[in-house]
């Protein structure tokens, strides 16, 4: 065990090299001249020659290409061209608000997903299980920018019952906290609990039909103890390993969700960067985000490999 996570540790290097040498490639040649959509409209041209030299922006490719390799060696991600901090604070603060919204969205999810999909696979009732199907299945294909602007729409305008944009840190108000983070944690919760819901429900109906299940029934243990400690527990694997991958949907989700409802995290940061040319700040959010990926994959290979014995991570030589 010790070893496999040494050697996903070591494997770190290359799966988030390769994305942000993809990223330096394309942000330089992407057609336009960072240095006039960062100064505006009014800046002279020799403002804008300052600021493309402070940039390095006329240095050769390659030669800017071993400046940004120094920098990401030494973990240097430089200062924000726009907001003039520097990008790790930046990026940092925003990550904290992401994180808040993506631990409550999963908690939603977690709560919603398993317990209905567990629901769906035991039930006799066929038009019950039918019908969470369908809506499972309306969930998984609701993109999340439209049930966002629906739910600001009745809950925020129509019947007034949450605000609709702002942020209140939890250090400051606990209960405005949680108010202003509603919708958006709910918007992008119940898109993740229609997937953890059909993932739950094929898992249930697939152990319920493995060996160890009849062996348990010959030896006449009680249904709800076969189900409880054997299926459900079984099932559990592929919904952990979901849960895992929709760490990826709620971040992607959140570029969109944190935009509709003005909410100061990574993905509203990340667009406006983009939007900036601010090549530092992009950098920096996306090394995060490669780093978040890659330790939340690790993190449900083990998780896995303790709810289901056999699973077996060491990797022989």
């Known amino acids: ?154 809950f925020g305008v129509m019947l007034r019952w949450l605000p609709v944009a702002g942020y209140v840190p939890p250090t400051t108000d606990f209960g405005q906290f949680l108010r202003f983070m509603a919708l958006p944690a709910v918007a992008l919760g119940v898109l993740e609990a229609a997937t953890l819901f059909r993932y739950s429900r094929n898992g249930v109906l697939d152990a319920k039909h493995q060996p160890f299940v009849t062996t348990a029934r010959a030896q006449g243990l009680a249904e709800r103890t076969i189900t409880g400690q054997y299926v459900f527990r079984s099932a559990l694997v592929p919904v952990v390993t979901v849960v895992g991958l929709s760490m990826a949907s709620l971040l992607g989700g959140a570029v969109v969700t944190e935009n509709v409802f003005s909410l100061p995290g990574l993905g509203k940061l990340l667009l406006t960067a983009v939007d900036r040319r601010d090549y530092p700040l992009i950098e920096g959010c996306i090394f995060f985000i490669a780093i978040i990926f890659v330790l939340v994959n690790l993190l449900v290979d083990v998780v896995c490999a303790f709810l289901d014995p056999r699973i077996r991570l060491d990797i022989k030589d």
């Open 1 to 154: 065990m010790l070893s496999y996570i040494f050697k996903r540790l070591l494997a770190l290097i290359p799966t988030v090299a390769v994305p942000m040498v993809m990223l330096f490639i394309l942000l330089r040649l992407t057609p336009g001249d960072p240095a006039a959509v960062i100064l505006g409209e009014e800046a002279t041209a020799a403002d804008i020659a300052n600021l493309r030299q402070e940039m390095g922006l006329n240095d050769p490719l390659w030669l800017q290409f071993i400046a940004w390799l120094g920098r990401m060696i030494r973990f240097d991600f430089g200062e924000s061209i726009f907001l003039r901090t520097a990008v790790s604070d930046s990026v940092l603060a925003a990550a904290g608000v992401t994180a808040q919204l993506a631990v409550l969205a999963l908690l939603v999810a977690v709560l919603i997903g398993p317990l209905l999909g567990a629901i769906a696979a035991s039930t006799k009732s066929r038009s019950l299980d039918k019908a969470m199907v369908i809506g499972s299945a309306v969930g998984i294909a609701t993109p999340t920018f439209w049930l966002a602007i629906l739910m600001v729409l009745v």
